[in-house]
């Protein structure tokens, strides 16, 4: 039996989890797993408790791992096993929610094949410049998405499922 993969969504929120990704992303991608690759979140019991609320209320599985654990639990989630009783396969997407483009880079880098990757809230911060909406970067940040960019997968800046995709800048 064949194995293909789950379609692999990321998501640059510095929020993480919350309302609009459990509803509106959901329902744009169909995906039935939300993976926070977050070495502080990994660790905070709390706060993992509150974004669960948005998780299990839009009826998801949510996992909370070191950045480092993330490409192998991606992995592991993302392949789809034939059906022995029907043909049919898993359709769904498995969206992963990353505060910085940074931790994209390294999971995409660790063998994960992202299929698309979206940015949006990426706050005002020391050195960084605004970009649109509410995405503020700086040189780091371009680097990063340049080398996402590089392995083929399209990065834009878009708020929700439904606006606009806007292209990243090349330079800041």
Known sequence: MSEQQKKIVFRVDNRLVHGQIA???KQAYQFSAI??????????????????????????KGYFVSVDEAPDIIKKLTVVHQSLLTEHRTKDSIFVVCRTPSVVRKIVEGGVKADSVTLWNMFKQPGKKKVSGVVYMDESDIEDVRAIENTGVSVTIQETPYSKKITVPKKI
């Open 23 to 25: 509803v509106n992303w």
């Open 35 to 60: 993976i926070v690759p977050d070495n502080q979140l990994a660790q905070d019991k709390l706060n993992q408790t509150l974004m669960k609320m948005a998780i299990r209320a839009a009826n998801l």
